[in-house]
């Protein structure tokens, strides 16, 4: 009704779940990526919980999109079934044909067998069974036990069935009791989901107008903005709800802005009374220090292929001036396959050293001729930061001959670039116009150095992530005589490494005396470090031991005197 009045193609704020207008913060991404991380964990439980509107369905629709192909999934979004009710309708969603028989119900052992069966020759042939449970609140704890119960279906190397179960808050407290232990102990995975903070609101309603064909102006007032914020409490749901009866208001009055006090009467309609601003919730958005989760999500991000993100150039912090002062939001469409390329970019052939003061940068970033085209030229400009040339065509082994290991993770946020405080390759893309890579050389509190062929920008970290869904790439330096491809630090003679550095860890950093064995050790580490406390000591543990232990090895930051 009121689209063509602001200029727009379709109303902005539907609460249907229009793929085109995915939204995905900082903190969905981290949930996407726990999400990912535990479904390559060998089975088991991954836990996703969430307040009501919080985007835990967006987050879940994220998962199945980008699910490999090898993946199986049944989807329960009705868990309100009896234990026969719910295995019967697994073994709908996976086409397990059970055995007809006489009168009556059939028991548990004749829909198990033939399930077990099916999941038995689906596993021979290289599939991955995944069953996700939506509103899993709703499941009483009769039915969760017989949950726990079918993750026994396994071989010797894995599980052969991923559960994940999506829920209110409550789920965690069910979880909680002690007659779920046994379940509880078996989640390889939990995440729970927040509202949006201040500024991801009014990104989140930037977003969604320019997917509708905003062309810019202020359509929410800055009070306007603020007070969406403080009525929706940040859940998307609340957001979508109270803008779409907000430009309402505005198109019925004739007013091309909404005002502050058209929220105010548009929360009135929708929630039947307008909350107090001052309102606090258990969804209430906090500054969160995001670190712990970026780096466990980076141990387990396994999937190729992100997002498409819209950027207009903005060197300056995001202000709730006007919907339009704001930077350009991120624009989450799939990247398509007919974009063009960037036009091709030598690889840098000499080293971007590390700038003394990021302000002395030219604003970025880099422009799309100076980008990287490829992966391999990327690790190539990555390899002369660590003087090592690598000039073959794979130059991740010429990487491990010098002793050096390439990574990569498709869900890297700020805090993990910092945390992880390496040189990068970061993966740039702009909509129409292609993608590309650009080094990460310096980063301080507020920018990122961004380089490429010699020259370097500054980019602000707050608008980073306008234009980088967070594809990474990096080299770290393997233990000493450590031959081959390093996943795991119980190999070779990483594991007499590993021991000796995490007994020589600085004053500060020295593991508590309950951790006896090696994997205690780990274990502990990751835990003071924000990693997943799994005992296998991967990439990230391993560059985050050589961070700590000093291992000479390129820094993204400037040592603190």
């Not at 590309?436 to 961004?450: E, F, M, R, S």
Request: hydrophobic share 40%.
């Amino acid at each position: 009704m009121y689209a063509a009045f602001f200029g727009l193609t379709q109303p902005p704020f539907s609460i249907a779940p229009d793929p085109r207008y995915l939204y995905l913060s900082e903190r969905h991404r981290e949930a996407l990526a726990h999400l990912l991380y535990g479904m390559e964990s060998g089975g088991g439980f991954v836990l996703l919980t969430g307040e009501i509107g919080a985007g835990k369905t967006t987050v879940c629709r994220a998962v199945l999109e980008q699910l490999p192909a090898h993946a199986r999934v049944a989807y329960i979004f009705n868990p309100k079934l009896t234990v026969g009710d719910l295995l019967n309708t697994i073994c709908h969603e996976f086409g397990v044909v059970l055995p007809t028989r006489g009168a009556g119900p059939a028991t548990i052992k004749e829909r198990l067998d033939p399930l077990n069966a099916h999941l038995l020759a689906s596993h021979g042939a290289g599939q991955h069974n995944v069953l996700i449970i939506d509103e899993a609140q709703s499941l009483s704890p009769h039915v969760l036990e017989q949950l726990r119960l079918l993750t026994n279906l396994e071989t010797n190397e894995r599980k052969l069935l991923q559960i994940i179960l999506i829920g209110q808050p409550e789920l965690r407290d069910m979880l909680a009791r002690p007659e779920l232990e046994q379940l509880s102990q078996r989640i390889v995975a939990r995440f729970h989901l927040s509202a949006l903070n201040e500024s991801e609101t009014a990104r989140y309603v930037t977003h969604r107008l320019k997917i509708a064909g905003w062309k810019g102006g202020a359509v929410f007032e800055p009070e306007a903005l603020h007070l969406v914020f403080k009525l929706s409490r940040g859940v998307p749901r609340r957001i979508n709800l109270l803008c779409d009866r907000a430009l309402l208001g505005a198109y019925a009055s004739h007013q091309h802005s909404v005002a502050a006090k058209m929220v105010h009467q548009a929360a009135i309609e929708v929630f039947g009374e307008a909350p107090a601003q001052s309102r606090t919730s258990r969804t209430a958005a906090k500054p969160i220090d995001w670190t712990g989760l970026a780096l466990g999500a980076l141990m387990g991000a396994c999937v190729t292929g992100l997002l498409a993100w819209w950027w207009q150039p903005s060197t300056e912090e995001p202000s709730s001036a006007s919907v339009a002062a704001l930077p350009t939001p991120p624009s989450l469409q799939a990247e398509s396959a007919a974009a063009p390329a960037p036009q091709s970019a030598p690889p840098a052939t000499t080293p971007a050293k590390q700038p003394q003061d990021l302000a002395s940068l030219p604003p970025g970033p880099p422009p799309i001729d100076a980008w990287i085209t490829s992966e391999d030229d990327a690790f190539r400009a990555l390899g002369l930061l660590w003087s090592t040339p690598l000039r073959s065509k794979d130059p991740c082994a010429d990487a491990r001959r010098s002793g050096l290991q390439c990574y990569r993770t498709p869900l890297m946020t700020v805090n993990g670039l910092r945390q992880l405080d390496r040189p990068a390759a970061l993966k740039l893309q702009l909509p129409g116009q292609g993608s590309g890579y650009v080094l990460a050389t310096a980063i301080n509190d507020t920018a990122v150095a961004l380089s490429s062929g010699g020259r370097q920008w500054r980019m602000p970290l707050t608008t980073l992530s306008s234009i980088w869904a967070g594809y990474y790439v990096t080299l770290w330096r393997t233990p000493p005589e450590q031959e081959g491809r390093l996943n795991n630090g119980y190999v070779g003679t990483a594991a007499q490494w590993m021991e000796k550095q995490l007994g020589a860890l600085p004053p500060g950093q020295s593991l508590p005396p309950s951790a006896k064995t090696l994997k205690d050790k780990v274990q502990a580490f990751q835990e003071a470090n924000g990693l997943e406390t799994d005992g296998v000591a991967g990439p990230a543990t391993l560059m985050l031991l050589n961070r700590a232990t000093g291992v000479d090895e390129p820094r993204l930051a400037k040592p603190k005197r």
